[in-house]
Each structure stands twice: as structure tokens, then as C-alpha cells.
């Protein structure tokens, strides 16, 4: 699959919400003076300034790693899903349908009685064919099978966008199969990663007893497990690397596998894993795929068994008992992320059905929730940005004419996606039936396996949607050049119906801007407007990028996250790029409009300092500390205070808009600014 640069990460979180009312006329949002700190000056720390009051307000609930306006829009997104989904239950629906099929997984899924005396039933199936390998022959169909419902052990196959063809798809094997989730976990030798190895090897022997291992064979199990994800790990290239196109891309014919990556049992792996007839394909890892190989051939059949086993467990285990959901949450919530409670059943499981029924659940969602008005809207607000981003490339001084002129080309190409797919889904394959929650997952997994695996060979469907409608999100595909925003995002704070433009423009304007800017920002820019991963800037203007963003990289690299743990300017490049990027055009949008224009307080604030309050308004929240040091290692964007702090002094506008000097704190001399975009 493309990486997909969305917004935030998505975290599987999300209280309630009225539909918007629909008048014809813009009306002031109010602002409430309550999530603000006027104790604190705008130019000391502009997060705590336009969001400290909503931050006292709001203490992290027990059940969240971190908590804010964003998951605070997810909450009630998942309310509206829960209202829409009891609404079903009751009444009959035939067999087959999509009601059907949500209402069961549902249903299943909050039933902790059944789940409870299931216990590890719904795996031991699972578990007793990967016992019964006798050689690497059958452990590489065991691979292939277990990949298409859980997860991908030793490395990852998919069927995607070929970088340098984007209009078919071709498979790409990549490196995968740690259940920490990044190299640096099995390898610093730091306090807390030598902490967070001791408790995934509980976490390890826990399940595997829980799954029916006697102490010592679940101790011996854990250990091989561990031994195995180290050896991938090892091999991983680092997040910072995976950021550069080139590096990921590594197209060779079929028979050059052997040697350009590793012999092995190709045809086999391939015909089981269901890519028949392949005649090339892209390994995006080479180095960290062979070493995959090495394990399988160095291990014995045993411990790659113990492997096997452990992907199925681990992917299971949120579908099985209290048990395997609580050893689970220890490890994955409490210590990884620093959670102190699970969140309710009846939010895990709106999470897993959206992830299973995604635009099944979407389709009821938009028909109740989301209202063709605020698609208007948002075409206009599309149209206004694109101007103003497309007037920006024009003015900028660094850029060559003919660079420039690509860049326009390329802006004016974008494919724009809002609210929901225009052709939905047909999930009529997949039969969710009585039998166990999990092997509904299952089921729901193979059917987007094998979705998948139709698509090889074939040219690269450009209206399929990359998120579910009902998803609080928004995302830039580089290999098709479009920017979608699901009808979940189209909701306050991020979008008012009726509210005024420096409120909208502020916040989903940024939204709009910041995805705008992902197709150019570090990553965005090597792919032309077709997709294809392709070098249409000169030599001087890509030179002359790179100097200017590295003023970025700095700044971020010298903010300090939590004690002495810094944030990763490199590994967050792209995103901050796009938060500038997005505030710049979407104020200069902003800056045509009546509004502006006329320049009247609201509520005391001008319209610039309203929009810059908006846009820290989607930030407001708290996080604890182990998830400060979790993000910073794992999600590209900045932390929510940073998207803030670490953005705004780079935007001239902002100084204007607060009367900010070269003596508060935020203030950075002109030379210090990133100018990208
Ligand atoms: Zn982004």
C-alpha cells in the first residue's frame, strides 16, 4: 500500500454531537474565552495562550494516551455510529445485506459473556495448522496464509501503485513483522527500551499461555519470538530513510529476485500468497527482505512456529477474551503508551467494525450525518485555496520559471475527494456469519486481501477512497495526486457549516492547505502530477528547496519534546512543511475575503487573530509522557503544542496578527523563517 500522508496518525480513539443547523447566512462562531490562558502572552507560547483553559479543562480520561479536540471529535463520532448501529438492531434485516453484516460484528463484539467462554477457541484452528509444519516449505505457506489476515510476518506484501508507472499496480515487498513497531525498541540499549523488551516478553509469555502453552514452553516460545523480531529488526532501515522515494523503490523482474535480494522459494511463496504470473515487481527493502529470508533458513522450523503463532495470537487478541484483551491493553496501552484504563467494550468495538465494515458503515453515515451543503462549501473553500497556493508558487522568488511552471501544473491536477466515495463498496463477498468475532476479522481481512489481489495487473482505480467516509482525517496520495477529506472532518472545530471565514479558513482551511502542501513538500515533490516518482524540478531550485526546509529541520530539532528527548526535524520534515505551508496559503486565501477585508472585531479579537486562534483550537490537548516519547518516535507529524509553537513563528502574518517583537520568547529573526511555499 502507498503511504498515505493523512493529517494525524490514525489512533483507534474517538462523545456526541447535534448536527449542525443549516441557515443560508455565515454567523459568527464563538470562540469561548474559557480554552484560552490570557495569563500566558501570545508571543511567550501561543498553544498555551489560545488553548491552556481547554487543556485544564479536559485531564486526559484514564483510558486515552493522549486526549484532544480531535479525540474529542472522534468521541462523538462514534456515538453517532453507535446511534445509527442500535437504530438497526431493531429491526430484521435479510441476510446478506450490509445492516445485516454491521449489526452482527457489533453484536459480537460487545458480547463479553460469549467472548468469555470462546476464550482461545477462535484461534486454536489457526494454531494447529502452524503447529503441524513439518518443514521451511510448509512454514512459507504458513507465511503467505497468515498474511492475509494477520499482519505481516517476517516482511510485508501488497498490491499498489507501481512509483514510476502510477497508472497499474504492481506488488511491492517491504520490511515488516516487529510487534514493537519500530527498530529502536529491540535495539538502543537505553533504560526505557530495555524496559519495553522486558514487558513485551511478559506480554509475549502471558498469551501464549492464554492461548494454552504450559509456563516453560510459553517462556521458550517468547524467547524465540523475540530473537527472530531482533534479527528483522536489525536489518530495518531507519523512519528517516523510509521518508526518501528513491531508497523505497527497487523495480526488478522476477528472475532477478534470486540475486538482487535472496534465493529463496519464490514460486512458491507467490502461488500460495495468490500473485500468480508475475514477471517483475518493486522490493522497497531489499536488505531487510534478505535478511527476512535468513531467518527462515537459519532458524529452526520450531521457533519460526513459535513466530507464526505469536502474529496470530497478537493480531487475535483485541477479538478474544478479557484475558488476551488485558494482557494486550497492559502492554500496548499502559506501558507503551501510558494509558491507566481500557477504553469502554462499545468504543472497541465501533473501532473494529469500522475497520472491518469501514464504508459500510460509512454509507449509513453520511445519509444521516453529513448534509450535500457542506460539500458545496468545501468545493468553494477547495477552489479558494488552490488560488491562493497557486498565486503564492507564482510570486516566489527562489523558484525558476520552469520549475514553476510544473508546480502549477501539478497543483492544478489535484483530484479532490470530499465527504464519500462516489462508488461505494460492494461487500456482498464477505459473509459475516455466527460463529466467533475473530474469524469475522478474519473473514473481513481475507476480503480485503483478496480485493487486493484483483487489483495486480490491473490499471489503478483513481476513485477509490483511502479512508473510510466516517473517518475524523484527511489525506495526500502522492501516486495519484489527490487530496480527500471524509465527511468526518467536515464538523467543528475543523469546519463550521455556518461559521464565519476566519474560523473555517483557519481551521479546515489549513486542513485543505496543509494536504495541498504535501504534494510538495519533501517527499510530494519528487512525484510529478501524474503520480510518478520523477525528478521535474532543476538541479538549482531542488537545492535551493533543501536549504530553505532545513531551516525547519533545525527549528524542530532543537525543540526539546520531554527532559532531555528532542523532536526529529528530519522524520517530521514533511508534515511540518505542510502545517506552514497549509497556514500560508489558507491566510492568504483568507485575505480576499469580506471578512478580512472589512476587518471587524469579533468578540474582540480581529479576523487574524481569529484565525489564528481556530487553527490552534484543532491542537488543544494533553498527552503523557510515555506517549510524548512513543509519537516522537513513530508518527511523522510534530506533537499537537509543537504543530503550534513550532509552526506559527514561521508565518510572518502571525507576528502582525499579535503585535509580537524580537523580545518574546516565540520570536524568530526573518533569516530564522522557513519561506517555503
Ligand atoms: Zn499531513
Redesign the pocket.
Known sequence: MKPI???ITIVSVMTMISCTQHKTTQQPVSLDPSFMDTTIAPGESFYQYATGGWQQANPIPDEYARYGSFDNLREENQQQIQLLIEALGSEEYPAGSNAQKVGDIYRMGIDSIRLNEQGATPILHQLKAIAAAKDKQDVIRLMAEVSRYAGNPFFAFAVGPDDKNSSMNIVHLYQSGIGMGDRDYYLLEDDHSRSLREAYLRLMETQFQNAGYDEANAGQAAANVMRIETALAEAHITREMRRIPELNYHKMRIEELAVEVAPFEWDLYFTEVGAYGLDSLNVSHPASVKAAIGVIEQEPVESLQDYLSWKVINSAASYLSDAFVEANFEFYGKTLSGSKELRPRWRRTIDAVNGALGEAVGQLYVEQYFPPQAKERMLTLVDNLSLALGERIAQLEWMSDDTKAKALEKLATFTVKIGYPDKWKDYAPLEIADDTYWQNMVRASEFEFAEMISELGQPVDKSKWYMSPQTVNAYYNPSSNEICFPAGILQPPFFYMDGDDAINYGGIGVVIG??MT?GFDDQGRKFDKEGNLTDWWTADDASRFDERTRVLVNHFDAIAVLDSVHANGTFTLG?NI?DQGGMQASYHAFMKTNQAVAGELIDGFTPAQRFFLSYAALWAGNVRDAEILRLTKIDP?SLGRWRVDGAVPHVDAWYEAFGITSSDPLWLPEEKRAAIW
Open positions: 500522508f493523512n493529517l496543509h494536504e504535501h508534515e505542510a507529524h
